[in-house]
């Protein structure tokens, strides 16, 4: 559930086909289990699945393209593709610049990972998080150092080689990290931010918006969307 806070005040609205042959999914591709990379050198993980159903039970003829994070909606907005499908949690400040469909994953916390044994100030500390998240914001805001990495494995990296007391992020993306580390990683903190996870659309394609919208809640109301939450992000997961 990547929380991104736009800080573009206004970016040019670009008319595109949404209900085109083609609708072009937008993702980062690095961002497990959301998005990422498989050894095929195609786009997997939750969104990908989710994503391959919701253009099947709307009808649509759907293809992947990769952005990096700081420039996802921009490129949305441009008419590089046709939707987002990040782990992108619904804002009031993105929601001024793009649109989105109802969410597809309930909120759920952000939280803070540090080493094992080390005291951390979450609110004087030196802390780290990918550039353009809220997760960034919020640490700004509390009183501790932030410190800004492009990627988020680079913010993982930070606090193993001691350039960060700890790390603020997705809890879901960070769980693998610390249950994979034998005890070296731990959390050390929760806190509440951003909504629900949505998908990202032009202001301008309200269709295409509709039909997400139809196939997501068809999935709710079957339990598909469920399954496959449980499926990715285990049993413990938040569900609908």
């Known amino acids: 559930m990547k929380k991104f806070l736009m800080t573009v ?3 040019a609205v670009v008319s595109a086909p949404a209900l085109a042959d083609k609708v072009r999914m937008g993702t980062e591709g690095a961002y497990p289990p959301y998005n990422f990379i498989n050894d095929a050198g ?6 990908r699945e989710l994503g391959d159903e919701l253009c099947s039970r709307a009808k649509l003829d759907c293809e992947w393209v990769t952005n990096e994070w700081d420039s996802i909606i921009p490129n ?5 593709y046709d939707t987002i499908i990040a782990g992108m949690s ?5 929601d001024e610049v793009i649109d989105f469909t109802q969410d597809y994953i309930p909120p759920s916390p952000s939280a803070y990972a540090a080493m094992a044994g080390v005291s951390v100030d979450l609110n004087g500390g030196v802390i780290a998080a990918q550039t353009g998240t809220i997760q960034a914001s919020h640490i700004a805001a509390s009183g501790a150092t932030l410190v800004e990495f492009a990627t988020p494995d680079e913010t993982i ?15 879901e993306f960070l769980a693998p990290f610390v249950a994979e580390s034998n005890g070296e990683m ?5 806190v509440p931010l951003g909504g629900g996870i949505g998908m990202g659309v032009r202001e301008s394609d309200g269709a295409l918006k509709d039909k997400m919208d139809a196939a997501i809640s068809s999935m709710k109301a079957d339990g598909t969307l469920n399954a496959m939450i449980t499926k990715w992000f285990g049993a413990e997961a938040q569900t609908y």
């Open 9 to 11: 005040a206004a970016l």
């Open 42 to 47: 195609e786009v997997d993980g939750f969104e």
């Open 76 to 80: 949305l907005v441009s008419g590089n």
């Open 90 to 94: 619904v804002t009031a400040e993105r």
């Open 157 to 171: 990296a930070a606090v193993k080689n001691g350039e960060a007391d700890a790390v603020l992020a997705d809890k």
């Open 186 to 190: 731990v959390f050390a903190g929760e």
